[in-house]
């Protein structure tokens, strides 16, 4: 019997995010690998997504107010949520399966107040309870959602995110080309990436540039990034990118001199090994997932004094340099497949048929 599965990608209305290009690569997967005498995949999209997948797919329009009042989904077997805190997860229709993909519990790191890390993780375990299965992005994350959450006799898998491909490197007339080395690191502007702590390498290397692309998030956390640089004096060696499109990405990756990500909180970091599939030194903090991406290809932040990081980095790229790491550090990134990954999550699906 065919299984009619609904493929959630409501938050690819956040385009140049993690979850836009892990919906994305792994819905294409799943269309890829799933057997059409078994199973249809459908897409639960905004508008602006329909087409993505193929025009001859079945889209299923999302909008605003489903938050409040769900589609009764009726004739569809399972529903995928593929972000642990969406609101838009079928209650009323206790027919259909739920499997649940939860990224990260980045909440419990963060600097919130008990109120709100209370409140988020209500949300979750409601989530978690309408759940039948569920799928952590990392064994952390796993670790984490046992801890804090209740999931009962519920499976609790680990699939990893794919590593995603890096097309068409280009900068076009408007991009910031830097004539210097660069380091690149990438995410959203807010607090817990600790941009901030990498400024010290300019200090170190007057010739060296910290170029930081993504969503500009946090107004308040963008200033005190631009404001510690113009403290230390390095405010000439520090440029603030915003979105960049993939082809920017991609040149970026290709042509930086090392990638760093010090965040405090991740639950897997499709960055890391976008950079490690081109071969670059790679820095990270080494907090929560980041050393179980990054594993012996990657050079770790252990605390963020001015010295410590200066001292990590000087060392790495020494080592990186002798020890002739770059294929090394490739073999790492191609251990993340979205193949894989997709094969992985029908098994998870054809586990409640």
Not at 187 to 205: S, T
Not at 229 to 251: F, H, T
């Amino acid at each position: 019997m065919l299984q009619r599965i609904v493929f959630d990608c409501e938050r690819m209305k956040y385009y140049n995010t993690g979850l836009y290009h892990y919906n994305l690569n792994l819905g294409h997967h799943l269309q890829s690998h799933s057997d059409p005498k078994r199973e249809q995949i459908n897409f639960f999209a905004p508008s602006q997504v329909h087409g993505k997948f193929g025009d001859a797919t079945q889209y299923i329009t999302q909008h605003s107010l489903q938050k409040f009042y769900m589609p009764a989904l009726k004739g569809f077997d399972i529903f995928h949520c593929t972000y642990q805190s969406s609101a838009y997860i079928p209650r009323r229709n206790k027919r259909i399966k739920v499997v649940l993909t939860i990224h990260d519990l980045n909440f419990i790191y963060e600097k919130k107040n008990e109120s709100k890390r209370a409140k988020y993780l209500r949300h979750l375990q409601g989530n978690i309870d309408r759940a039948d299965a569920i799928v952590c992005i990392s064994d952390f994350c796993r670790q984490d959602v046992l801890t804090y959450c209740d999931t009962g006799i519920k499976p609790v898998y680990v699939i990893y995110n794919g590593t995603n491909s890096l097309k068409s490197p280009e900068l076009y007339s408007h991009s910031y080309k830097p004539e210097r080395p660069f380091v690149f690191s990438l995410g959203v502007m807010c607090p817990k990436k600790n941009f901030h702590v990498l400024l010290p390498l300019l200090q170190q290397n007057n010739d060296l540039e910290l170029l930081i692309a993504g969503r500009l998030d946090d107004p308040n956390y963008l200033d005190f990034v631009q404001k510690s640089a113009r403290d230390l004096r390095v405010e000439d060696n520090l440029r603030v990118l915003g979105n960049i499109s993939e082809p920017e990405k991609s040149w970026y990756y290709q042509n930086c001199y090392a990638f760093a990500l010090p965040s405090i909180a991740e639950g897997f970091g499709l960055p890391v090994t976008e950079a490690m599939s081109a071969g670059k030194p790679v820095f990270l903090s080494n907090m929560t997932a980041l050393p179980e991406i990054g594993s012996s290809a990657a050079f770790y932040f252990s605390d963020f004094n001015a010295l410590h990081v200066q001292k990590v980095f000087r060392q790495g790229m020494e080592q990186y340099r002798t020890g002739q790491m770059a294929p090394m550090i490739r073999q790492r990134s191609e251990q993340f497949c979205w193949t894989k990954a997709a094969k992985a999550y029908l098994n998870v699906y054809r586990s409640l048929y």
